[in-house]
């Protein structure tokens, strides 16, 4: 029995890859919060991190939305399955790369800081709204 985050996240990321079959997401609970481990397709890991982890950190900011409705600190971790272990050098190339890298695979930043919104501005009305609409979802 999958939880409403995974199903939120399955959802995502199924609807980005090419086999969603191959989506596997486990979840743990510790101090920090609650930590989703996101396998996909060693041929899917760009589409999930996408250009310069631009869609890792969208899927990362949806989760915190979730938790800040949940009252849950929410962190996602993207395994890379397919058995490749990248070198520093590695890492540092992969940052300058224009295109998706299947390779290396970074761990969410535990520490992250963001700008609080505040309670009863705009943004976090709408923001309800729409965590509202996704509860509604036949997942």
Do not use: C, H, W
């Not at 949806?62 to 490749?84: E, Q, S």
């Not at 300058?96 to 992250?112: F, K, L, M, N, R």
């Amino acid at each position: 029995m999958s939880t409403i985050d995974q199903q939120f996240v399955e959802y995502i990321v199924k609807t980005l890859v090419n086999n969603p079959d191959k989506v596997q997401i486990d979840r743990t609970i510790d101090e920090k919060g609650v930590l989703l481990s996101l396998e996909v397709d060693p041929e899917d890991v760009g589409r999930i991190i996408g250009r310069r982890g631009a869609t890792a950190q969208s899927i990362r900011t949806l989760l915190r939305a979730l938790g800040t409705k949940n009252d849950a600190r929410y962190n996602l971790k993207i395994v890379n399955n397919d058995g490749y272990e990248p070198s520093a050098k590695d890492k540092d190339s992969a940052e300058s790369d224009d295109e998706p890298s299947e390779a290396p695979v970074e761990e969410a930043d535990t520490e992250e800081e963001s700008a609080p919104v505040e309670e009863g501005s705009e943004l976090a009305k709408k923001t309800r709204a729409e965590l509202a609409d996704l509860d509604d979802l036949d997942i």
